[in-house]
C-alpha cells in the first residue's frame, strides 16, 4: 500500500530517491504568483538537498515544464500588452523574438537549475503499457508514464497534483487534499 507523507515529515524520506512532478518544479523556479505553494516546496527541496535524497524526473516531465511555463510567458505576454489570442496566436508568439527570448530563459532554467541537480531517469514505455494507459481514470496520459516510472524505479513522487491521490505510489506533498483518506 502506498504512503503518504506530509512535507513536514521530509526526514521519513531520508533515504529514498524523490521524483519531482512539473507542478512542483514551476513552483520552485518558475514562479508565478502561487506564493504559497512556491514557499512550501522551495522549503522541501532545500532540505531535500540538505537530506542528500536523490532527485529524479524524466523526459516527460521536463517536456511538461517547457510547454507550461513558455504558456505561462504567453498568458503573461498578452495580458501585459492588451491583446487577445485572436490577435496573436499561441504560435505566432512562440516564433516571434519575445517568444523565443521567453523559450530560451527556460532553456536556460532547464539547464541550470533541473540537468545540474536531478537524475535524469525514464522509461522506455511497451505497447502494453501504453495499452494500459488507455483508461479512464483521474491520471492524463503524461501523469501515467509518471507514475510506471516512479513504481519501477521506487520513487517518492512529490507532487501538488490532486489527481494522484488514489494513486499506487508513494508521495510526499503539501497538498492537504492528498494526504487526506
Not at 512542483?24 to 523556479?29: G, K, Q, S, T
Not at 530563459?105 to 531517469?121: A, G, Q
Amino acid at each position: 500500500m502506498a504512503t503518504k507523507y506530509s512535507t513536514q515529515n521530509i526526514s521519513e524520506v531520508q533515504s529514498r530517491k524523490i521524483f519531482f512532478d512539473a507542478n512542483v518544479l514551476i513552483y520552485i523556479f518558475w514562479p508565478s504568483g502561487a506564493y504559497n505553494w512556491e514557499g512550501f516546496y522551495s522549503q522541501v527541496f532545500n532540505r531535500l538537498l540538505r537530506q542528500s535524497n536523490e532527485l529524479c524526473v524524466d523526459f516527460i516531465v521536463i517536456s511538461e515544464i517547457i510547454n507550461r511555463t513558455h504558456r505561462l510567458e504567453y498568458d503573461k505576454y498578452l495580458r501585459a500588452n492588451t491583446i487577445s489570442k485572436n490577435e496573436l496566436t499561441y504560435k505566432n508568439y512562440r516564433n516571434s523574438t519575445d517568444g523565443q527570448v521567453a523559450l530560451s530563459d527556460i532553456y536556460l532554467m532547464v539547464e541550470t537549475n533541473i540537468l545540474d541537480t536531478f537524475t535524469i531517469i525514464g522509461k522506455s514505455f511497451s505497447k502494453s503499457d501504453i495499452q494500459s494507459f488507455l483508461t479512464f481514470d483521474p491520471l492524463d496520459f503524461g501523469d501515467k508514464g509518471i507514475l510506471l516510472t516512479c513504481q519501477e524505479n521506487c520513487c517518492v513522487l512529490l507532487t501538488n497534483d490532486i489527481d494522484f491521490k488514489s494513486s499506487n505510489v508513494d508521495i510526499l506533498t503539501a497538498n492537504v487534499a492528498i494526504l487526506r483518506n
